[in-house]
């Protein structure tokens, strides 16, 4: 349906005004809603589902831990690309003495997020409801949403901000999750965190900030951590210059080479990291499937340490605890765990080696991050979507197969305009649209997209 912007047209008339239902209020729910209706003449009405009590948190800024930092800079993380200082200027007027070059805590960017929303909801053209969506289907003109409270919400656009498909709880309660509340674990006791990644800095930082004494093991197949920010410059990098459509292994050798060409300008390599940013979507789509399952195979590990970085304020603990042995970081694969008695097990594989060791744990969490499998993990809105073939998985089990516009495909192959898939949900067509600086750029175009496609606007 496309009706006419009427800029002069009352709140009260807005039950005609074209309505995107926008599944999933974590921050890329929130950041299309804010795009959507960020021109306050915008006629369109837009109703945010979101299941948790928090908007615009997800998983990522539902922490209430201080010390989580973001792992981007301020100046990085405004919610308007055309706005960069949108984020500072909201600290500066909340008092926070931050500069553009700060990380600030993730309970913050929580904090802003939820703010983007307050004055669309004032003026009625948002709406935002608790619940969990679990389906969605055709209907007159548009779709509609089947929510858990019995609700049944018309709209004309869909927008999936679903975010990542999480892992289920361990059922036999050996291993915990990442994100899942426990009481502190025995002072002194080991505890095993799989993963070293950003989650794992995490967790890290938290025990040793609330006092456990034990020693923190770090278990990971390659014993990598993420690298540490440092003060740099994107290296300008002109599309026309990158080898678009070149094996995994030309690619490699191409960055390698931008690399040492920062490094001779007098940066270092995380210039180049950053320099080819804008460029992911573009290098990722040009890859032929085999090379992009060999990316993952092979160089994805090595990437997400390099561009996935620690601000030098996380950096800095995680080292000294290193230095003296309270945390220690082993290579190998985790085998699984088992109880004996009070104790529990962590069987780990040491890498390149046939043999299991196990060790023994108060606690053991699992920091693995984002499970990449969404069919295995799907809720039973998305699992609904892919029974009756309205969708279907990329052939890298990424997610959702969708078009470059974000149009859900469906089990036909047919693209699907009346829904769309953003964030990490659309991550199989992009890749990196998991950071907040990727998934603003991505809320910027879906939002336009829609506007050009339902409000028509008076010449
Ligand atoms: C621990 C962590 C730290 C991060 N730190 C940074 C950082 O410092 N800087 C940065 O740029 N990026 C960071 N990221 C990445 C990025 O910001 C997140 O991936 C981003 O928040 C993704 O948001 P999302 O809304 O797509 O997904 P999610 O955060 O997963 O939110 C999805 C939301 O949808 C809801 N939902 C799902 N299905 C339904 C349904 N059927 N009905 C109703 N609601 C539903 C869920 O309840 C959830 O709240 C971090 C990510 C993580 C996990």
Same mark, same amino acid.
């Given at each position: 349906?496309?009706?006419?912007?009427?800029?002069?047209?009352?709140?009260?008339?807005?039950?005609?005004?074209?309505?995107?239902?926008?599944?999933?209020?974590g921050a890329?729910?929130?950041?299309?809603?804010?795009?959507?209706?960020?021109?306050?003449?915008?006629?369109?009405?837009?109703?945010?589902?979101?299941?948790?009590?928090m908007?615009g948190c997800g998983v990522a800024y539902s922490t209430n831990d201080p010390r989580h930092l973001l792992n981007t800079?301020v100046?990085?993380m405004?919610?308007?690309?055309?706005?960069?200082?949108?984020f500072?200027?909201?600290?500066?007027?909340?008092?926070?003495?931050?500069?553009?070059?700060c990380f600030v805590s993730r309970a913050t960017y929580g904090a802003y997020m939820t703010?983007?929303?307050?004055?669309?909801?004032?003026?009625?053209?948002?709406?935002?409801?608790?619940?969990?969506?679990?389906?969605?289907?055709?209907?007159?003109?548009?779709?509609?949403?089947?929510?858990?409270?019995?609700?049944?919400?018309?709209?004309?656009?869909?927008?999936?901000?679903?975010?990542?498909?999480?892992?289920?709880?361990?059922?036999?309660?050996?291993?915990?999750?990442?994100w899942?509340?426990?009481?502190?674990?025995?002072?002194?006791?080991?505890?095993?965190?799989?993963?070293?990644?950003l989650s794992?800095v995490d967790?890290?930082i938290s025990?040793?900030?609330?006092?456990?004494?034990?020693?923190?093991?770090?278990?990971?197949?390659?014993?990598?951590?993420?690298?540490?920010?440092?003060?740099?410059?994107?290296?300008?990098?002109?599309?026309?210059?990158?080898?678009?459509?070149?094996?995994? !292994? %030309?690619?490699?050798?191409? =960055? @390698? &080479?931008?690399? $040492?060409?920062?490094?001779?300008?007098?940066?270092?390599?995380? /210039? #180049?990291?950053?320099?080819?940013?804008?460029?992911?979507?573009?290098?990722?789509?040009?890859?032929?499937?085999?090379?992009?399952?060999?990316?993952?195979?092979?160089?994805?590990?090595?990437?997400?340490?390099?561009?996935?970085?620690?601000p030098?304020e996380s950096?800095?603990?995680?080292?000294?605890?290193?230095?003296?042995?309270?945390?220690?970081?082993?290579?190998?694969?985790?085998?699984?765990? !088992? %109880?004996?008695?009070?104790? =529990? @097990? &962590?069987?780990? $594989?040491?890498?390149?080696?046939?043999?299991?060791?196990?060790? /023994? #744990?108060?606690?053991?969490?699992?920091?693995?991050?984002?499970?990449?499998?969404?069919?295995?993990?799907?809720?039973?809105?998305?699992?609904?979507?892919?029974?009756?073939?309205?969708?279907?998985?990329?052939?890298?089990?990424?997610?959702?197969?969708?078009?470059?516009?974000?149009?859900?495909?469906?089990?036909?192959?047919?693209?699907?305009?009346?829904?769309?898939?953003?964030?990490?949900?659309?991550?199989?067509?992009?890749?990196?649209?998991?950071a907040i600086?990727?998934?603003?750029?991505?809320?910027?175009?879906?939002?336009?997209?829609?506007?050009?496609?339902?409000?028509?606007?008076?010449?």
């Open positions: 349906m496309k009706i006419d912007a009427r800029p002069d047209m009352p709140a009260a008339h807005a039950a005609h005004w074209p309505h995107v239902v926008v599944i999933g209020g890329s729910g929130v950041l299309l809603a804010a795009h959507l209706l960020r021109d306050p003449q915008a006629a369109l009405r837009v109703t945010v589902v979101e299941g948790r009590h908007l800079r100046a990085n405004s919610a308007f690309p055309d706005d960069p200082d949108h500072r200027s909201w600290l500066e007027q909340g008092g926070h003495a931050a500069t553009g070059a703010a983007l929303l307050a004055p669309l909801t004032a003026d009625g053209r948002l709406r935002c409801v608790r619940a969990t969506c679990l389906r969605l289907t055709p209907a007159k003109g548009g779709v509609a949403a089947h929510l858990d409270d019995g609700q049944v919400i018309p709209a004309d656009r869909a927008v999936l901000a679903t975010g990542h498909a999480l892992p289920e709880a361990d059922p036999e309660g050996l291993v915990l999750g990442a899942e509340a426990a009481p502190p674990p025995p002072s002194g006791g080991r505890v095993v965190i799989v993963g070293s990644g794992m967790q890290a025990l040793m900030a609330s006092g456990h004494r034990g020693e923190i093991v770090a278990l990971s197949r390659r014993a990598q951590l993420p690298r540490v920010h440092a003060p740099g410059q994107p290296l300008p990098l002109d599309r026309a210059e990158i080898p678009l459509g070149a094996p995994v !292994s %030309r690619l490699m050798a191409w =960055l @390698r &080479a931008q690399v $040492r060409r920062a490094e001779a300008q007098g940066g270092t390599w995380r /210039d #180049a990291v950053d320099g080819l940013r804008p460029h992911l979507s573009a290098l990722w789509r040009a890859l032929p499937h085999a090379d992009r399952a060999r990316f993952l195979r092979h160089a994805a590990p090595w990437w997400e340490v390099h561009r996935h970085r620690l030098p950096a800095a603990p995680l080292e000294a605890a290193l230095n003296d042995g309270r945390l220690r970081l082993l290579a190998g694969s985790f085998e699984g765990a !088992s %109880r004996d008695g009070t104790i =529990l @097990r &962590a069987h780990w $594989r040491p890498r390149g080696e046939d043999r299991v060791l196990s060790l /023994d #744990a108060a606690r053991i969490v699992d920091c693995r991050g984002i499970r990449r499998d969404p069919r295995r993990n799907a809720t039973p809105l998305i699992a609904d979507l892919l029974t009756r073939g309205a969708a279907r998985i990329d052939p890298l089990a990424l997610g959702l197969d969708v078009t470059p516009d974000c149009a859900v495909i469906d089990a036909a192959g047919r693209p699907d305009p009346r829904i769309r898939a953003i964030g990490p949900a659309s991550r199989a067509a992009f890749w990196e649209v998991t600086p990727d998934i603003r750029e991505q809320a910027a175009r879906v939002a336009q997209v829609l506007r050009a496609e339902l409000v028509r606007v008076p010449a």
